[in-house]
């Protein structure tokens, strides 16, 4: 199975600063990866998908970028409802696995 | 408005079974693959299983290989999910999640139901 790991696992930032996550596949898997965000006792709500589209509904500050094995989610503006755990999953081989996580938590 | 709703989870004993069900509305439940997802207390998301909209093509993590089974009823809007053989390690909330059409991603997830295993 196709291996994703994310970094950081967690990390600390204030309300308007730019947060970027990485997201790195144990091989390539062209664009085939979402992004998701899951908030405490709610179900994760996919962010973008294809790597870089923007799931209808999600504020324009989230972007993703990448291809092959290395990926990057980015919050350009930090605001408070987006302090949440952040997910990337992979679509190009089953089983379509997900990354350990990021947590982003208030400075 | 499309809903995913899941039931069917509760106490089981290890070795033993339980039976999720998935009940979809406000799309066309037999055009769309369908997943089921599970995360451990405090910890990540498991992918656990994948049906096709027909049901003809079907993946399992091998984590769960061989003891659970996945299947859908198109004429009812519901997936299932078949567990037997139940280890402590399965115990998760259990999502269902509907894959978006045509790209990567899952873009409808219900709330879960939870699975405990314990004697």
């Known amino acids: 199975a196709i291996q994703l790991t994310q970094s950081p696992s967690s990390l600390s930032a204030s309300v308007g600063d730019r947060v970027t996550i990485t997201c790195r596949a144990s091989?390539?898997?062209?664009?085939?990866l979402a992004w998701y965000q899951q908030k405490p006792g709610k179900p994760p709500n996919l962010l973008i998908y294809?790597?870089?589209t923007l799931q209808s509904g999600v504020p324009s500050r989230f972007s993703g970028s990448g291809s092959g094995t290395d990926f990057t989610l980015t919050i350009i503006s930090l605001q408070p409802e987006d302090f949440a755990s952040y997910y990337c999953?992979?679509?190009?081989?089953?089983?379509?696995?997900f990354g350990g996580g990021t947590k982003v938590e208030i400075k | 408005e499309v809903q995913l709703v899941e039931s069917g989870g509760g106490l089981a004993q290890p070795g033993g079974s339980l039976r999720l069900s998935c009940a979809a509305s406000?799309?066309?439940?037999?055009?769309?693959?369908m997943n089921w997802i599970r995360q451990a207390p405090g910890k990540g998301l498991e992918y656990i299983s994948f049906?096709?909209?027909?049901?003809?093509?079907?993946y399992y993590a091998d984590s769960v290989k061989g003891r659970f089974t996945i299947f859908r009823d198109n004429a009812k809007n519901s997936l299932y999910l078949q567990m037997n053989s139940l280890r402590a390690e399965d115990t998760a909330l259990y999502y269902c999640a509907r894959r978006r059409a045509h790209s990567s991603g899952c873009d409808y997830w219900g709330q879960g139901t939870l699975v405990t295993v314990s004697s």
């Open positions: 999953q992979q679509f190009n081989n089953y089983p379509p696995t």
């Open positions: 049906i096709s909209s027909s049901g003809t093509t079907i």
């Open positions: 091989q390539g898997i062209s664009s085939a």
């Open positions: 294809d790597a870089s």
């Open positions: 406000g799309f066309s439940f037999s055009s769309y693959s």
